[in-house]
């Protein structure tokens, strides 16, 4: 029989969640305080606390110092009620991170790969996921969420690659059956790399707070990651903000235009290593080099001409999408930083109706796999504070 809305059945587990809400953004807190935040009476606090504490969700995590009297208890909640899996997999290899329910890493794991080297991907992956556990001594089963990142146009209904060219290796492997096969359930959603970097930087990055926002990537690909209204914009395949795809003009500096070429073609690493070395861009390597020029200010025409390619890419869907803000991301685009989004701005303004705020990315390189990792947060944290001791078998 349907729970009716309203039932003690349904508030009592509104309450828990508030709760624990609550003691995730603002803990540790009072049996006092939390009766304030939710106008609960002090026996029905009392009760949901017993509840969940018995259910494992949330701990005695001391007393609260610098009152008079009796020393009040406070309640945290507990970070080993939950465990998730991020995982982001490039060309280079897999980086992989384990953390508790409130958020703190608690194991990592990365096996680096030629670009070229072939492999058996279910094998690999499974060996890093399981070093990963022997780290963090969870058993598989204890695992409430995973999320895998990868680049090219990801099939998220069936949980593989539907196209990748950088990644031969797992174009066709069920990589979601496979891992909920270990771990015991479905709890496993497979996602293009640079939407995961993108949900990283609304989460920690230059976007927080931005609703609406395009994050340009150049890296071993080209691609966007799009959200708009705070939701990421996947398309009807799955295959939006594959930018690297699009045509353009084969060159974009105004001379002699002769033909047109995908803009992959122009912004791949290895057209911008071309690029950077015939301005004589010098350091250990393209990313290095492009970086130091950029702290020095060097080499104005390199940017200018990165920022023609950029500009070719991006003016389009700016005119069509209308974002409040462009992250230019990916390891090229931290590394070219201010100049290049000078030169694109300058390039812009005459394009464009309304020109958004167009910054460098202040994310980590290991944004694809962190932002694994808030997402597969979200998704346990909603499952576990929406069930609350209910689920957990508690009357």
């Given at each position: ?7 003690p ?5 509104l309450n828990e ?8 953004s603002a803990g ?9 935040f ?9 009760e949901?606390?017993r509840?969940?504490?018995a259910?494992?969700?949330?701990y005695?995590?001391g ?10 208890g406070l309640w ?5 009620s ?12 897999i980086n992989a991170?384990?953390?508790d329910?409130?958020g703190?890493t608690?194991?990592?794991?990365y096996?680096a790969?030629?670009?070229d ?6 094998d ?7 070093e990963?556990?022997?780290?963090a001594a ?10 895998v ?10 949980g593989?690659?539907?196209k990748?060219?950088q ?5 066709g492997?069920?990589i979601?059956d ?15 790399d640079?939407n ?9 990055g230059?976007a927080?707070g931005?609703?609406s ?10 691609g966007a ?6 939701k990421?914009?996947?398309?009807t395949?799955?295959a939006a903000g594959?930018?690297g ?6 060159r974009?500096?105004g001379?002699q235009p ?9 912004l ?10 015939s ?6 390597d393209?990313?290095d080099a492009?970086r ?14 990165l ?6 890419g ?5 005119g ?11 390891v090229?685009?931290r590394?070219?930083?201010?100049p290049?989004?000078e030169h694109v701005?300058?390039?812009l ?5 309304s ?9 980590k390189e290991?944004g694809?796999?962190?932002?694994a ?10 499952r576990?504070?929406s ?7 508690q009357?």
């Amino acid at each position: 029989m349907d729970v009716l809305a309203g039932s003690p059945r349904v508030l009592r587990t509104l309450n828990e969640k508030a709760v624990l809400e609550r003691l995730l953004s603002a803990g540790p807190l009072t049996r006092t305080e939390l009766e304030a935040f939710t106008g609960l009476s002090k026996p029905a606090m009392f009760e949901l606390l017993r509840r969940l504490e018995a259910a494992g969700l949330i701990y005695r995590d001391g007393e609260k110092a610098g009152t008079s009297g009796p020393k009040a208890g406070l309640w945290s909640i507990e970070p080993t009620s939950s465990f998730v899996v991020g995982i982001d997999v490039t060309r280079h290899g897999i980086n992989a991170a384990l953390a508790d329910l409130t958020g703190k890493t608690i194991a990592t794991a990365y096996r680096a790969c030629e670009p070229d080297e072939r492999y058996d991907a279910h094998d690999r992956l499974f060996n890093v996921v399981e070093e990963l556990t022997q780290q963090a001594a969870v058993q598989p089963g204890a695992i409430d969420q995973f999320v895998v990142g990868l680049p090219g146009i990801v099939d998220i209904e069936h949980g593989n690659l539907r196209k990748g060219q950088q990644l031969p290796n797992w174009e066709g492997f069920h990589i979601a059956d496979a891992i909920s096969e270990w771990i015991g359930h479905g709890h496993v959603l497979i996602e293009n790399d640079v939407n995961l970097a993108a949900l990283e930087e609304m989460s920690s990055g230059v976007a927080r707070g931005i609703q609406s926002f395009i994050l340009f990537w150049m890296g071993d690909g080209v691609g966007a990651g799009v959200v708009i209204d705070g939701k990421l914009l996947r398309g009807t395949t799955g295959a939006a903000g594959e930018l690297g795809g699009i045509v353009v003009a084969r060159r974009t500096d105004g001379s002699q235009p002769n033909g047109l070429a995908p803009l992959e073609n122009l912004l791949s690493q290895s057209a911008i290593e071309e690029l950077s070395a015939s301005y004589g861009l010098t350091g250990a390597d393209c990313v290095d080099a492009i970086r130091r020029a950029a702290k020095a200010h060097d080499h104005p025409g390199f940017f200018a001409e990165l920022a023609q390619r950029v500009t070719a890419g991006l003016a389009g869907a700016i005119g069509i999408l209308d974002p409040q803000m462009v992250v230019l991301g990916g390891v090229m685009g931290r590394a070219a930083g201010a100049p290049l989004v000078e030169h694109v701005i300058e390039n812009l303004r005459p394009l464009i109706v309304s020109l958004p705020v167009i910054v460098p990315s202040a994310v980590k390189e290991s944004g694809a796999r962190d932002g694994a990792v808030a997402l597969a947060l979200r998704h346990a944290r909603e499952r576990l504070f929406s069930g609350g001791s209910a689920a957990r078998g508690q009357p």
